[in-house]
């Protein structure tokens, strides 16, 4: 690790950010908090925090000695000045005096003293950063630093590592005792430029940013120097079968297994899929099920993976209901060694704290490599980075030494931590979070108002066109971590690749929107064959494929699921010329009942949309002029030609299919968009 300051950026942070209210030292802080911030050997998601003790102005005018510390909520890696919140230094000085301080009151006298009583709150270490008598004060979980502490012998070769440069404070959790024991050793040791916590991290500091932040890179330094004076950890690995199943099948299994059941309905997580040498030398190993199950690296990780990830065996190509059989199992032993470590370090607390879901959050695959669980595609990367995070530093541990991590009761005390749970903010109650929705023919217009309204329900959407560019755009514009594929429904390979992405990228599918179609027109008495049978395989066949894959992945998944086809007026009420398309979608009304038939019982419901007169897509512009003057109307009053008197729109067919998304008991059925017209009407 070699240290990044520029002289030039720093004084481009401090051209760029210093105003009327930031002062250069500030912009410094800024400067430096993001050199940190930026390298994930230091510093992951939330983790570390940096301050800085300057003076400010208030709106009287009155200036104060402040401290500039992280606040809760913003990222090192791209901190602004506003995710430094100024507390007036004075009053956490005298704090230092009290004999005792509770979590609650510490965060209150640190609000209390906001100059700006709007910023967000300050760090869980804002006392100890107060307690420092430096300008600047840096602190990270650098990996290093944790694979040289986390030893039986951890303080003793920091001692003989880093001598009269850093002192060691001995593990306790953050909070009031620790910034006060933090400051004695300090005074105690005068010359130090840092303080190793044990088994936690590493503070350094100084009277400039540079000086602090370059401190930082130099012990760690001498920890990653250690570190390469061993030979690197390759674990003896397991029996693996000849061949591996594929990606997507073992992520449907794990999350299905994964899927926690909240009153009726299931509580679904998404995936995050990561491999490399290092993840598999990693799950491979024979005695994965001791080193990676010891515990986490650095305690506050445990809110992001819990104290330990699931391993499960390696899955077989072709055995995949044994692999299954063996993950179910599997989840239900977690659940029950995550109860047990709950029940057991709660009675410690007087039975004060209420559980939290004992899903596990990493799972380990020999032979693949590691999937990362989330409510949300982003919660499941953070997941998969502390992971990826976790591998690396207990296989340097292991290299040098044996892994010996905090004990379950160190970890359970930051798990249940009211400040540490503040971290992940709260839940995403949106009705379809933690949902995979997969929308055929999603760049034509009701495809698209279709995807947008699912992503704003909170799924995550895989939008399916047969033109690339299209189905990316689209994905783009919904955002989420929508995905697009360019997918051709009426080939079968296609088909098969894009639902085998989907499973890769999010671990599986909930709901299926199969709603690609085109219309050929033509006289049905004298129309060639080749027409028909056209028209057949995108109206009719491509529906059923695409339904086939769904399934397939839904039964693997054991969560239930939902089918929806777009099928179109013409499936009922036929119009003139239009017998090629209308055929075709009658046949697929029919196909959506045989599913709602036959997969009832496992939870699958089957429904379908039958709109007509949509602008845009099918209906374009020349055609609505040209249909409107042969029947010698004004083209807004053809477009509302219905009881309502009203136009229909894309938006009305996504609001349709959203519906019977959420439509918990209803199955069979279909669902009308077209403002009400009688010889259309279903009897
Ligand atoms: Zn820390």
């Not at 969560?559 to 017998?579: C, I």
């Not at 998304?661 to 259309?680: H, P, S, W």
């Amino acid at each position: 690790m070699k240290s990044l300051w520029a002289d030039k950026e720093a004084e481009a942070f401090v051209e760029r950010y210093r105003t009327e209210v930031i002062n250069e030292d500030v912009a410094l802080r800024v400067y430096t908090t993001r050199l940190l911030g930026g390298d994930s050997r230091l510093v992951l998601h939330g983790g570390g925090n940096s301050s800085v003790k300057t003076s400010m102005t208030d709106l009287v005018g009155e200036t104060w000695d402040v401290l500039c510390v992280k606040g809760s909520g913003w990222d090192m890696g791209n901190i602004e000045p506003e995710g430094l919140p100024a507390v007036k230094l004075k009053p956490l000085l005298r704090a230092r005096e009290l004999s005792v301080l509770s979590d609650e009151d510490m965060v209150s006298l640190q609000r209390s003293n906001l100059i700006d009583p709007g910023a967000p709150n300050p760090s869980v270490e804002t006392l100890l950063h107060a307690y420092l008598p430096h300008k600047y004060v840096d602190h990270t979980h650098s990996t290093a630093i944790l694979a040289v502490t986390n030893q039986p012998d951890g303080e003793e070769i920091c001692r003989r590592l880093f001598g009269h440069r850093a002192a060691m404070v001995p593990y306790i959790m953050p909070g009031f005792d620790l910034a006060r024991l933090a400051g004695e050793i300090y005074e105690a040791n005068l010359d130090v430029e840092g303080l190793v916590l044990h088994k936690h991290g590493i503070f350094t500091f100084g009277d400039t940013a540079k000086q602090s932040y370059e401190r930082m890179i130099n012990i760690v330094c001498l920890a990653e120097e250690y570190i390469a004076g061993f030979d690197s950890k390759q674990f003896s690995p397991v029996r693996l079968p000849g061949a591996t199943a594929p990606v997507g099948d073992v992520a449907a299994i794990l999350r299905g297994a994964c899927a926690v059941s909240e009153g009726s309905k299931p509580r679904r997580m998404v995936t995050e899929f990561r491999t490399s040498p290092a993840i598999m030398n990693y799950v491979n190993g024979r005695e994965a099920g001791d080193y990676a199950t010891r515990g986490v690296t650095t305690p506050d990780l445990v809110i992001r993976v819990k104290q330990k990830p699931l391993i499960v065996p390696p899955p077989e190509a072709g055995r995949l209901e044994k692999f299954k059989q063996a993950v179910i199992g599997g989840v239900n032993d977690y659940v029950a060694d995550y109860t047990r470590y709950f029940e057991e370090n709660n009675g410690l607390v007087d039975n004060i704290k209420v559980m939290i879901d004992p899903i596990p959050r990493l799972v380990l695959v020999p032979g693949m490599g590691m999937f990362a669980l989330g409510r949300s595609k982003k919660a499941a990367r953070v997941a998969a980075d502390v992971g990826e995070n976790i591998i690396a530093t207990v296989s340097d541990a292991e290299a040098i030494g044996s892994f010996d991590p905090l004990p379950d009761k160190d970890l359970f005390d930051l798990e249940y931590w009211s400040l540490e749970q503040a971290k992940l903010g709260k839940a995403d109650e949106a009705p379809l979070a933690g949902q995979v929705v997969v929308i055929t023919g999603g760049g034509g217009t009701i495809g698209r108002a279709t995807a947008g309204l699912m992503s704003e329900n909170g799924a995550h959407v895989a939008v399916l066109d047969r033109v690339g560019d299209d189905a990316a755009e689209v994905a783009g514009e919904i955002g989420n971590d929508a995905i697009g594929i360019a997918c051709d429904v009426t080939a079968p390979g296609e088909v098969e690749a894009a639902f085998a992405q989907i499973c890769e990228e999010y671990g599986g599918i909930d709901i299926l929107v199969s709603n690609a179609g085109a219309a050929w027109e033509g006289d049905i008495g004298t129309m060639p064959d080749e027409t028909l049978r056209q028209s057949f395989e995108l109206n009719f066949f491509a529906h059923q494929q695409v339904a086939q894959h769904a399934v397939r992945i839904m039964l693997q998944q054991g969560t239930g699921g939902v089918l929806l086809f777009n099928t179109s007026k013409q499936a009922v009420n036929p119009g003139a010329n239009f017998g090629a398309y209308g055929l075709p979608k009658a046949a697929t009304l029919l196909l959506s009942r045989q599913y709602a038939l036959e997969y009832g019982r496992y939870g699958i419901r089957s429904n379908a949309v039958n709109a007509d007169r949509i602008r845009g897509g099918l209906l374009t512009d020349d055609m609505i002029a040209s249909r409107a003057e042969a029947r010698g109307m004004e083209e807004g009053d053809y477009m509302a030609g219905n009881l309502l008197h009203r136009e229909v729109g894309a938006e009305h067919v996504a609001k349709a299919f959203l519906d019977l998304a959420l439509a918990e008991r209803t199955t069979a059925g279909i669902t009308t968009v077209d403002g009400g017209n009688i010889a259309a009407a279903l009897r």
